[in-house]
C-alpha cells in the first residue's frame, strides 16, 4: 500500500485489526514526521492510534509514553 492510501486507512480507522501492528505505528509516525513539525505529529498520531484502538475494543492498548518515545 502507497503512503498516501496507508496514511488515509490509518486515519479514517479502516486499515484491518491485522494490520495495527507496532510497525503501522512507526511507519504512520514516519510519515507524520516527514511532513510537520514535532508537536504536530505526535499530536497527530496519539489522536489516531487512541481513536483506533477504541474502535478495535481495547482503549487501554493505546500509551501515550510509548507513542511520544518512538519519536
Same mark, same amino acid.
Given at each position: 500500500?502507497?503512503?498516501?492510501?496507508?496514511?488515509?486507512?490509518?486515519?479514517?480507522?479502516?486499515?484491518?485489526?491485522?494490520?495495527? %501492528?507496532? *510497525?503501522?505505528?512507526? &511507519?504512520? /509516525?514516519? +510519515?507524520?514526521?516527514?511532513? $510537520?513539525?514535532?508537536?504536530?505529529? @505526535?499530536?497527530? %498520531?496519539? *489522536?489516531?492510534?487512541? &481513536?483506533? /484502538?477504541? +474502535?478495535?475494543?481495547?482503549? $487501554?492498548?493505546?500509551?501515550?509514553? @510509548?507513542?511520544?518515545?518512538?519519536?
Amino acid at each position: 500500500m502507497k503512503d498516501e492510501e496507508f496514511l488515509a486507512a490509518f486515519e479514517a480507522c479502516t486499515l484491518p485489526a491485522s494490520e495495527f %501492528t507496532y *510497525a503501522a505505528h512507526v &511507519r504512520a /509516525a514516519h +510519515l507524520y514526521l516527514s511532513a $510537520g513539525t514535532f508537536g504536530q505529529p @505526535i499530536d497527530r %498520531t496519539s *489522536a489516531t492510534i487512541r &481513536r483506533f /484502538a477504541v +474502535l478495535l475494543g481495547v482503549p $487501554g492498548k493505546s500509551h501515550e509514553t @510509548i507513542t511520544v518515545g518512538l519519536r
